[in-house]
């Protein structure tokens, strides 16, 4: 069975940098995405930005681009999602998940396996 685990978050004024990390293992097939996405209180969970390990495509949200940037391990299994020039905005709870067959979207439904989370607070 797949299985996604995050790390990192924190607290940070806005204008700075974190760093979060998604270990993911179990994958059935080499044909998969892991993707960052994040929950604001009140909002809907949202895309922030999906990688295919299959032909290495990564998708940004139009909010984050330019200031996040999302990479990973030589065996595409781990994935980091750095975080520059936060705002107050970007504040949420961001979640790691991973999809089997990818669609090429970076849509909450398509994904399958989620982590637990992990709280970003930006304060202005």
């Known amino acids: 069975e797949v299985h996604v685990v995050e790390s990192g978050g924190g607290l940070v004024q806005a204008g700075g940098s974190l760093r979060l990390s998604c270990a993911a293992s179990g994958f059935p097939f080499d044909d998969y995405a892991i993707g960052w996405f994040r929950q604001a209180p009140g909002k809907e969970r949202e895309g922030v930005s999906c990688f295919s390990a299959s032909d290495g495509n990564t998708f940004y949200a139009d909010s984050v681009k330019g200031r996040f940037t999302l990479s990973s391990d030589n065996a595409k299994t781990t994935v980091y999602l750095q975080m520059n020039s936060l705002k107050p905005e970007d504040t949420a709870v961001y979640y790691c998940?991973?999809?089997?067959?990818?669609?090429?979207?970076?849509?909450?439904?398509?994904?399958?396996?989620w982590g637990q989370g992990t709280q970003v607070t930006v304060s202005s």
């Open positions: 998940a991973a999809e089997i067959f990818p669609d090429g979207s970076c849509s909450v439904l398509e994904y399958d396996y």
